[in-house]
């Protein structure tokens, strides 16, 4: 190929990636198709094709929705901390997915909680599809701010890593992923005494589970939204780090390998990434 048609290329596939990420998916699939026309050979070009045509036509079934505030990694913290208030039996509650829905209506209507035992990370789940925006904006967000009785919040850890792992047994990757990621956010807004014992002991399961969740490691992540957002996702620094070095050919296993982060933060932080919609996956780049 000429360079000029091989810069070309380059500019008609990072532009694509531009648009994408900003949510333009038909400007997207022009510029890649005109990509691919120029070089049906070039493989990161026929592969992006076939992404946005598939995602193309998830979006025309409505299988697909883009992300949105509450796709975030913080969205269930704040119910599930407000639902360790309620004392109705001697179980850590969570609001049911009925309660949730009827919720919606009136994001000031108080929420009345059905057991979280039983429930698990399918339930927060649940409530992660079903939150509001104004839940988002209105719930608080710290053990600081709640009457949280010790015994609870012990109780929910030692649920919660028990859901991770029963999840994870039976190959419910994104349950046993949320399962984790309350557990650990549990862990960190604790007050004293803390459950630290408790959680972690399970950082391997943890890391199992986003693992999991993440899936194959020889994929190739893409930006699903533009990283000046990522604070609106509930999502840090870190994730804008690794966003930053995304460029849809680098693999999820190499991406983590060469961050410079600890591997559980990095895997923790892809986990997140997916959960909140923020990244795309290629397959492996043949």
């Known amino acids: 190929m000429a360079k000029d048609a091989s810069l070309e290329l380059k500019q008609l596939i990072q532009r694509g990636f531009d648009h994408h990420e900003h949510g333009r998916e038909h400007d997207a699939l022009s510029d890649w198709e005109t990509a691919h026309k120029l070089d049906a050979r070039d493989a990161q070009a026929k592969r992006l094709v076939e992404f946005a045509r598939k995602r ?5 079934a409505g299988q697909h929705m883009p992300a949105s505030r509450r796709d975030t990694v913080e969205s269930p913290i704040p119910q599930f901390l407000a639902a ?23 994001a000031d209507a108080a929420a009345p909680a059905d057991s979280w035992h039983g429930g698990g990370a399918d339930s927060a789940e649940r409530r992660l599809e079903s939150t509001s925006r104004s839940d988002i904006a209105t719930a608080p967000d710290t ?8 015994e609870d919040v012990r109780a929910s ?21 949320l399962a984790a990621e309350l ?19 399970s950082r391997a399961l943890f890391e199992r ?8 490691p020889h994929s190739c992540p893409i930006r699903a939204i533009p990283t000046e957002t990522l ?45 909140a919609k923020a990244i795309d996956i290629l397959p492996p780049l043949q």
């Open 209 to 216: 589970a986003f693992r999991a969740f993440m899936g194959n």
């Open 56 to 60: 193309a036509a998830e979006v025309e």
């Open 84 to 106: 360790l208030t309620e004392r109705k039996s001697d179980k850590v509650t969570v609001p049911s997915e009925n309660e949730a829905k009827a919720q919606k209506g009136s």
């Open 143 to 150: 053990l600081e701010d709640l009457p949280v009785h010790a």
């Open 157 to 177: 850890a030692t649920e919660l890593v028990g859901e991770c792992r029963t999840a994870l047994g039976e190959n419910r990757a994104g349950p046993a992923a």
């Open 183 to 201: 557990a650990l956010q549990l862990a960190e807004r604790a007050p004293p005494p803390g459950v630290d014992d408790v959680v972690d002991p």
């Open 231 to 275: 604070a609106d996702h509930g999502l840090d620094e870190r994730a804008a780090f690794l966003m930053s070095r995304m460029d849809g050919m680098t693999s999820l296993a190499d991406l983590i390998d060469s961050s410079g982060l600890k591997h559980f933060d990095a895997v923790r932080v892809v986990a997140a990434l997916r959960r």
